[in-house]
């Protein structure tokens, strides 16, 4: 029996996810062995910043992306909304790094409550940035109906590449070094995405076109932020507290 390319996008996505899962559940054993209390819980608490800004750094352009590129059948305007992607979900994360950046010792801080951390503050800025270029990436992808590019993207720098990187370092208690390598993993994303900018631009889009679909995605993104903060900060409220109470450690 041969499947639908619907139904096999399907399977192959909820495998994709559920190793994924196993991956991030791996990941975190080995960190919490091999860094330690205190070294897991900075650790834990520079991903949950990635997790609630990034609806502010990428403007939700990982759904936005997705939906009117997979709308639309004409070529040029997909990638009219994978520029449009970009400038929307990229230019943010820079905006927050060089922000962060420029008060790094009051946000560090703010955070961690020690300037020791100072690296680690740095590493993550940096990890906020590269996450936008994988979200914008991963996408495209997904709106072209190219899953299996997208399901690899996700398994290799979500899945197996940290695998890697906790099963290499856990025992180094290098927490910035760890948040680091994971930020290039996710920064590998920029080859494919700037392959397919050039390609964008063979097209010969016009910035009319360009500035519409940054419009059609910014009204379905932005209104979306609110959201995806308070949910992300939910789970953020109690490892940034914590510190405040007692050490990271605590």
């Known amino acids: 029996m041969k499947l639908s390319p619907f139904i096999r996008d399907i399977v192959t996505t909820t ?16 960190l919490a062995e091999g860094l330690g209390p205190e070294g897991f819980g900075a650790y834990s608490l520079a991903r949950r910043i990635l997790s609630t800004v990034d609806p502010f750094s990428t403007v939700l352009m990982g759904v936005a992306v997705t939906r009117f590129v997979a709308l639309t059948r004409e070529t040029r305007t997909q990638y009219a909304f994978l520029v449009a992607g970009i400038i929307l979900g990229v230019i943010p994360s820079m905006g927050i790094f060089l922000f962060g950046y420029s008060l790094k010792s009051k946000i560090t801080l703010l955070v961690f409550h020690s300037e020791s951390y100072m690296r680690l503050m740095l590493a993550t800025l940096i990890m906020i940035v590269c996450y936008s ?66 390609r964008a631009f063979n097209e010969s889009l016009t910035f009319i076109e360009i500035r519409r679909s940054a419009m ?23 490892p940034f507290l914590a510190p405040y109470f007692g050490t990271l450690k605590d």
């Open 15 to 30: 495998v994709t996810s559920f190793l994924t899962i196993i991956a991030l559940v791996v990941v975190t054993r080995l």
């Open 133 to 198: 270029f994988f979200v914008v990436l991963y996408g495209f992808y997904r709106g072209m109906g190219r899953m299996e590019k997208a399901n690899v993207w996700q398994l290799g720098v979500i899945g197996i590449g940290p695998v890697i990187i906790a099963w290499v370092f856990a025992d180094s208690g290098q927490v910035d070094t760890i948040i680091l390598l994971m930020a290039i993993l996710l920064g590998s994303s920029i080859r494919p995405l700037a392959f397919h900018t050039v």
């Open 216 to 238: 059609e995605l910014f009204r379905y993104g932005f209104p979306r932020v609110p959201g995806g903060v308070v949910f992300a900060g939910l789970l953020a409220i109690g």
